[in-house]
């Protein structure tokens, strides 16, 4: 049966493009050995599209592409780690459109679709997946990968009863007053209903605030609506901190 689909880039410098996905793209990889890396995308589809009356693209022709939820948020974020994009957006008849370069002679095309899909499954392992990329970015203080995750009417309810808007952690990660040592979880569970779903695990958490060390584990509960322009995360609840075990 098949699972998946296995895409593939010619590159006259493998191993920089392969850097360059795993080190600016940031895919999840699985290497296979000889310095060949295996990227894993949360989602993917497959769409066949008519040659034109001069018959370009040539009959049998294969193209690879990557898509977003929010082209410009994700524009913004990749030049910050050095992409450089051909121009900005263009709206395509399926979605908008821009390509950028890696090395290697590679060109890829990023595109924000504009029709909706049908997701085989109920969205969990998206979530699952998403909520692991907000959790890493709090650790390294991204705040412009939390600020494209978090819904703008974002709220936290933290163990001590504080409320925090979407603009509060944000300025929370540019002014570094946390260095983590230590920011993921555990103990995952999703629950999907509809455009609904609640991810509950346990948090671990270890670093130094204002100056001061910290080291605490918290149950929380995180909650993701799936929006026109995909998954967002609207509300998060803490509970009372755990001690770290010895």
Same mark, same amino acid.
């Given at each position: ?119 085989? #499954?109920?969205? /969990?392992? !998206?979530?699952?997946?998403? +909520?692991?990329?907000?959790? &890493?970015?709090? =650790? @390294? ?16 309810? #933290?163990?001590? /009863?504080? !409320?925090?808007?979407?603009? +509060?952690?944000?300025?929370? &990660?540019?002014? =570094? @007053? ?21 991810? !509950? ?46």
């Amino acid at each position: 049966m098949i699972q998946g689909i296995h895409g593939l880039f010619y590159s006259t410098d493998a191993r920089a493009t392969r850097d360059f996905i795993r080190d600016k793209l940031r895919l999840p990889f699985s290497d296979v050995g000889d310095g060949w890396l295996i990227f894993d995308l949360a989602e993917g589809d497959v769409g066949v599209h008519p040659v034109d009356e001069s018959g370009e693209p040539a009959p049998g022709t294969h193209d690879v592409s990557f898509y977003c939820d929010d082209i410009r948020a994700t524009i913004t974020e990749l030049r910050g780690r050095g992409v450089h994009f051909d121009g900005e957006p263009v709206d395509h008849s399926y979605g908008y459109v821009t390509y950028f370069a890696m090395p290697g002679g590679v060109s890829a095309q990023l595109f924000q679709p504009r029709y909706q899909k049908t997701a085989a #499954s109920n969205g /969990g392992e !998206t979530v699952a997946n998403l +909520d692991s990329e907000y959790q &890493a970015a709090v =650790g @390294r203080n991204d705040a412009t990968t939390m600020g494209r995750i978090l819904a703008d009417d974002f709220v936290l309810i #933290s163990s001590t /009863g504080r !409320t925090y808007s979407k603009a +509060d952690l944000m300025e929370e &990660a540019r002014n =570094g @007053r946390f260095v983590y040592e230590r920011q993921d979880d555990t103990d995952r569970t999703v629950r999907v209903w509809g455009d609904t779903a609640v991810v !509950t695990a346990l948090l671990w958490a270890k670093g130094v605030e204002d100056g001061k060390p910290f080291a605490y584990r918290v149950w929380f509960s995180d909650t993701y609506a799936r929006t026109r322009s995909g998954w967002k995360y609207v509300l998060g609840h803490a509970s009372g901190r755990l001690p770290w075990p010895p």
